[in-house]
Nanobody, 121 residues
Framework: QVQLVESGGGLVQPGGSLRLSCVAS????????MGWYRQAPGKQRELVAT???????NYADSVKGRFTISRDNAKNTVYLQMNSLKPEDTAVFYC???????????????WGQGTQVTVSS
């Protein structure tokens, strides 16, 4: 059993900052890529940022220069530092992780339950 648990969402004013965390737990053999996606009301889920096991990062153009993704491999945790937040960043943010469970010889992508981020004055 593998579980991803996100935290850190909330209400913030425009220009403010939030830090999201996502912890992977359970019967994990190895974690590969980790990332964040978001889904705004009435829109499709979109990629925000990803980070490989080696630390290579990729960002959506809309968040470059404002968001920073990082990971702590010892804690099976991925973070998303969000600065200069805008109202259009309002969405449910989801963690996604590619990992190999202990009992399966394949890489499977798991989703967290999501955490709400609301940017409003």
């Amino acid at each position: 059993q593998v579980q991803l648990v996100e935290s850190g969402g909330g209400l913030v004013q425009p220009g403010g900052s939030l830090r999201l965390s996502c912890v992977a737990s359970g019967s994990i053999f190895r974690i590969y890529d980790m990332g964040w996606y978001r889904q705004a009301p009435g829109k499709q889920r979109e990629l925000v940022a990803t980070i490989s096991s080696g630390g290579s990062t990729n960002y959506a153009d809309s968040v470059k220069g404002r968001f920073t993704i990082s990971r702590d491999n010892a804690k099976n945790t991925v973070y998303l530092q969000m600065n200069s937040l805008k109202p259009e960043d309002t969405a449910v943010f989801y963690c996604n992780t590619g990992l190999r469970p202990l009992t399966i010889s394949a890489i499977i992508h798991y989703w967290g339950q999501g955490t709400q981020v609301t940017v409003s004055s």
